[in-house]
Every structure is written in C-alpha cells, then in structure tokens.
C-alpha cells in the first residue's frame, strides 16, 4: 500500500501507528518488506487490521533486520497459533524485542485434546518440549518457544 511506499522516504521515524484499519496480511507483508528502510523505528502499532498468519509470517521475516524495533502490537488480528508461532520462531533472532502484544488473535494457549491425538516431543532452539501433536500447531508450543526470551518485558497473548 501507499504507507508502505512512503516509509523510505521517511528514515526517521520511530513510530508507526497504523491500528485499526484494514492492513490485512498482503499489506503487512508489504509494510514487512519496507520497514528495514526505517533504521530508527522502534515501535509498530498494528492492531485490528485483520492480519492473518500469513502477515504475521513476512513480518518476522523483516523483524531482525529492525534493529531498534522494540514494540511490536498485533493486538485483535486473526494470527491464530500458526502465526504466533513464526514470530516466537523469529524472536531468537530479535533480542532486542521488549513487548509483544498478541492478544484477541485466536491464539490456545492451552493444549485441547483432540481425538487420535498422541504424545511426542519437538525441539525449540535446543530444548526439548513434551507436546500432544496434533494437526494444529499446539498453543503450548508458542507459550514455550516465547518464554525462552529473557529481553520479553511484556508478552499477551489470549
């Protein structure tokens, strides 16, 4: 979109504040691809623009190359648990990361037991985690791959 063209034209700014609007995934996508050329951005307000997993999977593509981003609010999007778990993935090689709100993204954060499912284990950045593997990507997994992150200083998710 036209926000995403204008952001290289604007190398410092520190905060973008486009919630509630319809963003959508193709154009958080876009604002993904543009935000490296805003070296000094440190806070991204995204909330309610109905970004799917799909959006939030391009946006922790570009998210190590934001090196002061801090702050990144996704509250009320439609990010479900198989987005969440691209941007707790990204997050290993985002330290600087300070709050991430995912709250009202229809992420379980408690496992829901499935017929047929059955116990296995999975490895997140060295450590193992017991799960119930299912066809879906199981809230307990975000909620470990995210506690890992010590520079976490507020973490929402419901």
């Not at 290289?8 to 609007?21: A, D, H, R």
């Not at 002061?68 to 990361?97: D, F, H, Q, T, Y």
Request: proline share 8%; net charge positive.
């Amino acid at each position: 979109g036209r926000v995403a063209e204008a952001l290289p034209s604007i190398p410092f700014l520190t905060q973008l504040q486009l919630g509630y609007n319809t963003v959508g995934s193709e154009g958080a996508g876009n604002l993904g691809r543009a935000l490296p050329s805003c070296p000094q951005l440190k806070s991204i307000d995204l909330q309610s623009n109905m970004i799917g997993p799909e959006g939030a999977g391009t946006l922790s593509a570009c998210l190590p190359r934001c090196k002061k981003l801090s702050v990144l609010n996704l509250k009320g999007n439609i990010i479900k648990n198989e987005g969440a778990m691209k941007l707790a993935n990204c997050l290993e090689r985002v330290p600087w990361m300070q709050r991430l709100d995912l709250r009202g993204n229809q992420i379980k954060l408690q496992p829901s037991p499935k017929p047929n499912s059955r116990s296995g284990s999975r490895k997140f950045f060295g450590h193992t985690v017991q799960v119930a593997e299912t066809p879906e990507i199981d809230g307990v997994e975000v909620a470990t791959v995210l506690s890992k992150y010590p520079s976490i200083q507020f973490l929402e998710a419901s």
